[in-house]
């Protein structure tokens, strides 16, 4: 587009040239100029600009000639508003018509100027100079001179050019230069056609041998177009049928759904009919029982009519014989009921002959025990006129077995247990029988059973609480066997609660012996048990206080799970665990995830698997160390090990990673800079990401498991059985098979962990260290090769290094890996920053590596910079700072030891400058013995070197080492050096020598502390000799800084005496010097050293802040806190020995005494008096 618009402002200055429209030719020269294309106005420049044409004595002749007068300059402003008022008006209308003309032709238009220009670029591209040659030769006088009506037309269409083309100013110009025309009408002509000078080029560029060319080429195009347009239709037909045929498929699977859930109520239907039949079928046959039950009452009452005659017992016989045998007759025609039907549905004749065979076969039991009542009255009734009355013991024992019958808390008793009670009672008035004597002892045994599992589940509740806590457990047995064998279920509930609740709190040996008689219970009574009794009772106790009590939860999670159906492990347990991983206590929390990871084998299926990773992720965050360490350790590879998606979780694991980052605030709001990228990261951030990079660790063994067991390779051997070997590498180079676990450490972990190492700031060095041991532990599990022919040039191209080896990487992924190459000036920046810290320490930190590490060490740090001394960014701080973290690493201390005495004893001064400063980072990483064996020695190099800028630097490390050390002899060795330079005496030394040892103040010895404050009281002592303000300040404030870091110490009398006192005194001698806030400070310090009350301090504050007198005079000494201060010390005062003198040690130490009220408020308002002194200097 902006080609075209040159073309055309060209031509339309060859028409106002040749036109002779000098005035309009200005205009737009103008216009030009303040559009900013100066390069489509060089011609009218020059035009302009030549002294032929326009000679200077002429020019100056016009600007001497005199200004208009107000009243014609006002009119032709009249005029002129009522022309750009005209203007603006059909500017508009043009508008509209421009936009209503666009819409039409500008599909027509732009698609054929398009395709022109690449054919023009790409086929004529050889021939375009000798074109353009021709183009430029064009005049309007080759094709002779323009007629009226061409003039008319196209001064019209010039009017229009400018009109729409915004030059405005022009176009009132070019209204004046043409006199002789009314370029508001233009009549209807051939020529008249929208945007018409446009249209013009247009229809010139056609009229060439080129546009034929380019027509011809078009025409193809078309053609070719017109048959793809015809085969994607054919295939959008294709589509639509098959899509037709899908949606037949789909119309005809849902109509099976229809019928197959229809099919499904009815099943549903027939098992509830079902049910409702068998729950009829027991209620006949509780009814038969019944009747068998009256059977054998009127058996008793045939037995205690034995005085009856033979006669008369053969007669009852006989009848009982008939009664029993026609009610035997009628209970199968009772049982056999009709197919019960429900809601309009028939039960299934199979389910009706399952069903009626269950009856059947209880039929026939009920059937063989009359049949046996039978034989027992037949001989009852054969051996009547034999049987005395039976003894009063005798009858008891009936009664006891008839209620034993009726009763209904044994409406559930078998069959087996009621032939017992028969047989006990067939046998009563029996006693020769022997075989009737045992029945009677079992049966009796029995029931002294049930009893005896009675009395013990009343008196449990009652003994427990009665039993001390630390022998509760030896009731276990008891309680075990009780709910065991105990019928009754509300009972049995009753006694599994006290089983859960039988230590208030029990530590870790007591709740093991609770969960091991839980499992043995589980053991013996079942699945359907363990599901309806003990597990209700976990469920009870989850929301416990205690969290003792949670914590048998947690347990019985893990080792009840194997006594309990298979559905019930994922859904009521897995419930339970997943509501204990929010559990307040970091002890449950930590239950849950053993016992989940102890759950985990026992589940039937993976469905519940992308819960269970959810769950997992949650505990891996959890703020809790002791949490995160058995998730890591035992949930981790228990997920792993029953899932089977280990690349799932690294998906979600570098998400999580990065997604932890990004949502903190960025360092910078600055949008482009360098600190928008870095981020601020909250104290739970830090931490996931922290334990996110230590599980990323834990699963590099299964990476490397994983990449060995899919390696696409077999028949290649490896070098070793657990690394990669470059004939591996380079088969795999190749690119002929796909290995995604192999590629996903160097396309995907590499480039998620450099977009996280690009989001940390440089105080983040415990994560970036966390970041190098992985990749550390990566080249030795994955082996040198990988190492150096996969992981260096990955790491190579992120920080911008343009030499880095690919040859070993697949084609395919070429782009991806040069995609993590920085393409901008503060991307370059961000990579020194963070990426290079973990080439040099993960990548070449690695023990195979130490050679390449020295030199592409001693090439970043010497080599670079001495060929390019012009440039700076070679030792930036974001190099600096990269070779700081490499010095957290002490196996490298030796060689950049090296490195730094080859830049001290360099020649440059630049080199000598980075030296003195990675000295000075290197320092806190370094030992006593090191920093006097090779720090000290190349900081006393550097301090004497000739340039001022070296010898300044070199200060700045000695701070650094003073700070760090308190061993004498270094202490000895700094001394000396801060004399030496205090001896050149100039204001840069002593500043430097100030803020040196200003930084070693809180952490030194009181050696070095007296040191400087003899030093300062010798140097305020004698008066600055600049006459500069700004010096005089700068040494005061440095002074100023140090005295109120030193007083904020514990210094001896002696010192606060003969230096202290006395520099305070100097600096206060120069009022001009000092800020106000130093100023105010000072004084208090002064006064509090000197022994002045609190009052002075007080009235101080109050005047420099503006506070009420009547709250200053509280703290006076008729104020209440002053009264209360004078009465405490009159107190003590007397047990005190006799002050004498001001001097005195006594007077010293009260003076001296330091609460820690008074250092925080004169602390606090020390920065209040600057904040606002700062204040008074900005209004």
């Keep these: 587009m902006d080609a075209e ?249 849902n109509k099976s759904t229809e019928s197959l859930q229809k099919d499904l109520r009815d099943r549903e239907k027939q098992v509830q009919s079902l049910k409702q039949s068998s729950e009829h079928q027991r209620r006949i046959l509780n009814d038969c029982r019944a009747e068998i039950t009256s059977l054998k009452m009127h058996i008793e009452g045939s037995r205690a009519g034995q005085y009856m005659s033979a006669n008369e017992g053969d007669l009852v016989k006989l009848q009982s014989k008939e009664n029993v045998e026609e009610q035997i007759s009628s209970l199968p ?396 590498l380079e088969t795999y180079a190749e690119g002929r098979s796909e290995w995604p676990m192999f590629e996903w450490m160097h396309v995907d972990c590499f480039a998620n962990l450099l977009q996280l190492a690009c989001m940390l700031p440089q105080k983040e060095d415990h994560l970036r260290n966390r970041i190098t041991k992985f990749l550390l532990a990566v080249s030795e599990l994955f082996g040198s090769s990988y190492l150096t022919h996969i992981e260096l040039p990955v790491f190579l191209v992120a920080v911008g290094n343009d030499e880095a080896d690919l040859q070993f990487l697949p084609s395919a992924i070429h782009p991806r890996i040069k995609g993590l190459k920085p393409r901008t000036a503060v991307a370059n920046r961000l990579a020194t920053l963070c990426i290079l810290p973990l080439l040099l320490a993960g990548v070449l930190g690695a023990p195979s590596k130490r050679e390449e590490l020295t030199i592409f060490l001693r090439q970043l740090l010497v080599e670079s910079k001495t060929k390019e001394k012009n440039q700076s960014s070679k030792h930036s701080s974001e190099v600096l700072d990269a070779v700081r973290f490499l010095c957290t690493f002490e196996e490298h201390h030796n060689m950049i030891f090296g490195i730094l005495w080859e830049m001290v004893v360099d020649s440059t001064a630049e080199l000598k400058i980075n030296a003195a400063k990675l000295l000075k980072t290197i320092v806190p990483y370094i030992d006593a013995k090191v920093a006097s064996a090779n720090v000290l020695p190349a900081l006393i190099t550097l301090g004497s070197d000739q340039n001022l800028n070296v010898k300044y630097a070199s200060i700045d490390a000695f701070g650094s080492v003073a700070q760090h050390f308190k061993v004498d002899m270094i202490v000895d060795k700094i001394l000396v050096q801060m004399d030496a330079f205090l001896e050149d005496g100039s204001h840069e030394a002593i500043i430097a020598v100030i803020r040196a040892l200003l930084v070693a103040i809180p952490h030194t010895t009181e050696r070095l502390r007296d040191y400087l404050l003899s030093k300062i009281l010798q140097l305020s002592a004698s008066p600055s000799s600049s006459t500069d303000v700004n010096r005089r300040r700068e040494r005061a404030n440095a002074f100023c800084e140090a005295i109120r870091a030193l007083d904020a110490t514990d210094l001896s009398q002696t010192s606060v005496r003969e230096y202290l006192l006395p520099a305070i005194q100097n600096l206060l001698k120069d009022p001009d010097a000092l800020d106000p806030a130093h100023k105010e400070a000072l004084e208090i310090t002064m006064k509090e050293r000197s022994g002045g009350t609190f009052e002075a301090i007080s009235k101080a504050m109050g005047a420099h802040l503006g506070i009420a007198s009547s709250v200053t005079s509280l703290f006076g000494e008729g104020g209440l806190l002053g009264k209360k201060e004078a009465t405490e010390t009159t107190a003590i005062a007397p047990s005190s020995p006799t002050v004498q003198g001001p001097e005195s040690p006594k007077v010293m130490a009260a003076a001296t005494e330091d609460t820690r009220f008074r250092r925080i408020m004169r602390g606090n308002f020390t920065e209040m008096l600057r904040s606002k002194a700062k204040n008074q200097d900005e209004t």
């Design 5 to 253: 618009r040159s073309s055309l402002c060209n031509f339309f200055v060859n028409f106002l040239m040749e036109e002779n429209y000098l005035l309009t030719a200005f205009e737009l020269l103008h216009e030009l100029l303040d559009d900013g294309r100066d390069a489509q106005a060089i011609r009218l420049k020059e035009f302009f600009a030549d002294p032929s044409r326009f000679p200077p004595d002429l020019i100056s002749r016009y600007n001497s000639i005199r200004v208009a007068d107000p009243q014609s300059l006002l009119e032709e402003k009249e005029a002129l508003a009522e022309k750009l008022a005209i203007s603006e008006y059909e500017f508009r209308l043009a508008q509209e018509d421009i936009t209503r003309l666009k819409t039409e032709g500008q599909k027509k238009s732009d698609h054929s100027i398009d395709k022109s220009e690449e054919l023009d670029s790409d086929e004529y591209g050889n021939n375009r100079p000798e074109i353009q040659r021709k183009k430029k030769d064009f005049s309007f006088t080759d094709i002779g001179p323009l007629k009226t009506n061409e003039r008319r037309d196209l001064n019209c269409a010039v009017k229009e050019y400018l009109l729409l083309a915004g030059y405005r100013l022009t176009a009132m110009t070019f209204y004046e230069e043409v006199t002789d025309q009314n370029l508001d009408v233009w009549q209807d002509s051939p020529a008249h056609v929208p945007d018409a000078l446009r249209y013009y080029y247009y229809q010139y560029l056609s009229s060439t041998s080129e546009a034929a060319e380019e027509k011809i080429a078009m025409l193809q195009e078309n053609e070719s177009l017109r048959k793809e347009i015809e085969r994607l239709n054919k295939e959008k037909d294709g589509l639509h049928k098959s899509n037709e045929n899908f949606e037949e498929q789909i119309s005809a699977f």
């Design 333 to 728: 025609k009772e049982v056999e009921k009709p197919i019960v039907e429900k809601d309009g549905g028939l039960i299934s004749e199979s389910s009706i002959l399952a069903d009626k065979g269950h009856i059947q076969t209880e039929d026939d039991l009920v059937v063989e025990e009359v049949k046996n009542i039978i034989a027992d009255q037949s001989e009852v009734a054969t051996e009547a006129t034999n049987i005395i009355y039976a003894d009063n013991s005798t009858l008891e024992n009936q009664k006891e077995v008839s209620n034993y019958l009726l009763s209904p808390s044994n409406g559930s008793f078998s069959p087996s247990k009621l032939g017992n009670i028969l047989i006990v009672d067939s046998g009563i008035g029996r006693g020769s029988n022997s075989k009737s004597d045992n029945a009677n002892g079992e049966a009796a045994s029995e029931e002294m059973g049930i009893g005896t599992i009675q009395i013990l589940a009343d008196a449990l509740p009652k003994i427990v609480p009665y039993v001390l806590i630390n022998h509760r457990e030896e009731l276990l047995p008891l309680m075990m066997c009780a709910i065991e064998r105990h019928p009754v279920s509300s009972t049995r509930d009753s006694l599994t609660h006290t089983l859960f609740n039988l230590i208030k709190r029990p530590d870790e040996q007591q709740r093991r012996i609770i969960m091991d008689a839980c499992v043995s219970l589980s053991r013996n009574v079942g699945e359907m048990r363990t599901e309806t009794e003990l597990l209700p009772q976990c469920w009870e106790q989850i929301n416990h206080t205690y969290e003792e009590r949670r914590l048998l939860v947690a347990q019985s999670c893990g080792d009840l799970a194997e006594y309990v159906r298979p559905e019930i492990r994922d859904s009521l347990i897995l419930s339970i665990v997943q509501q204990l991983i929010e559990d307040s206590a970091t002890v449950v929390r930590e239950a849950a995830a053993h016992n989940l990871a102890l759950l985990l084998p026992l589940f039937p299926n993976t469905d519940k698997y992308f819960k269970v990773e959810e769950m997992m992720f949650q505990l891996i965050c959890d703020p809790s160390g002791l949490v995160v360490e058995t998730t890591l350790k035992e949930l981790l590879p228990a997920v792993i090990k029953w899932g089977n998606r280990l690349d799932h979780i690294l998906r979600v694991l570098l998400s999580h990673t990065l997604s932890s980052a990004q949502h903190c605030p960025p360092l910078s709001g600055v949008e482009g800079s360098l600190e928008s990228h870095l981020r601020v990261l909250g104290e739970r951030e830090r931490w996931n990401i922290d334990v996110l990079l230590r599980m990323l660790m834990e699963l590099l063994p299964a990476i490397h498991q994983k990449a060995m067991e899919t390696c696409p390779f077999s028949s290649i051997a490896k070098s070793e059985e657990s690394a990669f070997s470059v004939s591996l």
